[in-house]
Nanobody, 125 residues
Framework: QVQLVESGGGLVQAGDSLRLSCAAS????????MGWFRQAPGKEREFVST????????YYADSVKGRFTISRDNAKKMAYLQMNSLKAEDTAVYYC??????????????????WGQGTQVTVSS
């Protein structure tokens, strides 16, 4: 019912910035809280950030607080993750995800129903 497509990943140097985008389908995007997760090689997928359906609530993993900013544009059915001051440990495949008909933020993978294909972010040191 909801299709998600990430873009914006790439290879950058430590200290650089990237902006990830997530284009969503569906007829009720504002009903979907959105999240960003990442998975590094050999590691479990981990929570990065989440934003409520209205955009009024945002939360971040401790590892990215102060560096990453999540946002959304419901008119465009887009979610974004602005990543500043990137570190080598940020290297991972980044996934956007959507909750099914629920607008509240969540940091749990199991609470998300739709996932994009992922976009690779590689930060060299």
């Amino acid at each position: 019912q909801v299709q998600l497509v990430e873009s914006g990943g790439g290879l950058v140097q430590a200290g650089d910035s990237l902006r990830l985008s997530c284009a969503a389908s569906g007829r009720s995007f504002s009903r979907n809280a959105m999240g960003w997760f990442r998975q590094a090689p050999g590691k479990e997928r981990e929570f990065v950030s989440t934003i409520s359906g209205s955009g009024g609530g945002t939360y971040y993993a401790d590892s990215v607080k102060g560096r990453f900013t999540i946002s959304r544009d419901n008119a465009k059915k887009m979610a974004y993750l602005q990543m500043n001051s990137l570190k080598a440990e940020d290297t991972a495949v980044y996934y956007c995800a959507a909750r099914d008909r629920y607008s509240g933020t969540s940091d749990r993978l199991a609470e998300y129903d739709y996932w994009g294909q992922g976009t690779q972010v590689t930060v060299s040191s």
